[in-house]
């Protein structure tokens, strides 16, 4: 019972270098969104997806692409790492539309941009 | 500009006790409200969720309040016990999309 994967647990870059979060699940889920948590300010949506083929920007977007190629992934990538992209983000997929729907979150990835 | 706030950043209750943990909000559309518990190192979990045509939905200890005239809802833990210990997000959901939209949340910490 997988659920959602969210790899790696912990990295650091350099200002500058870019990366891919990565995120899968094994769940079937259409909806699956990213989400950075800052302290003092919750999660905060980054992008998300309402299915494969289709994204959407959230609140924060700046410096982060997506692209869902398949319903199980949706990576996440930062082309040129900055200090304020430094924070923990969590991948997060959903059943269905019903707005009650509970999502399902990863572990979260710790990220450090020096 | 935070259209889920959740003001009290901590709470720290006697085991045994009510919890009372608050969240405001400022987009009257939105249709369902949630709240998601979180330890460290871990993903938030799904607690409880409440839809905007009631006042009241109840989960074994865990109970949320709504009150739409002043875009407030609460949650309730009795009686609180040293597990529940984390930190809690109020969340409301907006449209078929799947998104959330969270406040800051609060950390509770049950005391033995």
């Known amino acids: 019972n997988a659920g959602v994967t969210q790899t790696p647990k912990f990295q650091v870059l350099k200002t500058g270098q870019s990366m891919t979060l990565q995120c899968a699940q094994d769940?079937?889920?259409?909806?699956m969104s990213w989400y950075r948590q800052d302290p003092g300010m919750g999660l905060r949506l980054i992008h998300y997806?309402?299915?494969?083929?289709?994204?959407d920007q959230g609140e924060v977007p700046n410096g982060y692409n997506v692209s869902r190629s398949t319903t199980e992934d949706f990576p996440l990538r930062l082309l040129s790492a900055a200090p304020s992209q430094t924070s923990v983000y969590f991948c997060?997929?959903?059943?269905?539309?019903?707005?009650?729907?509970?999502?399902?979150f990863g572990q979260g990835t710790r990220l450090t941009v020096v | 500009d935070q259209q889920v706030k959740q003001n009290s950043p901590s709470l720290s209750v006697q085991e045994g006790r009510i919890s009372i943990l608050n969240c405001d909000y400022t987009?009257?559309?939105?249709?369902?409200f949630l709240w998601y518990k979180k330890y460290p190192a871990e993903g938030p979990t799904f607690l409880i969720s409440?839809?905007?045509?009631?006042d009241k939905n109840e989960d074994g200890r865990f109970t949320v309040f709504l009150n739409k005239s002043a875009k407030h809802l609460s949650l309730h833990i009795v009686p609180s016990q040293p597990g529940d210990s984390a930190v809690y997000f109020c969340?409301?959901?907006?449209?078929?999309?799947?998104?959330?939209?969270f406040g800051q949340g609060t950390t509770l910490q049950v005391k033995p």
């Open positions: 997060a997929s959903t059943k269905d539309r019903g707005m009650n729907t509970e999502a399902f």
């Open positions: 769940m079937n889920h259409e909806y």
């Open positions: 997806s309402v299915g494969a083929g289709i994204t």
């Open positions: 987009n009257s559309m939105f249709d369902y």
């Open positions: 409440i839809s905007s045509i009631k």
């Open positions: 969340a409301e959901s907006t449209g078929n999309t799947g998104k959330l939209i």
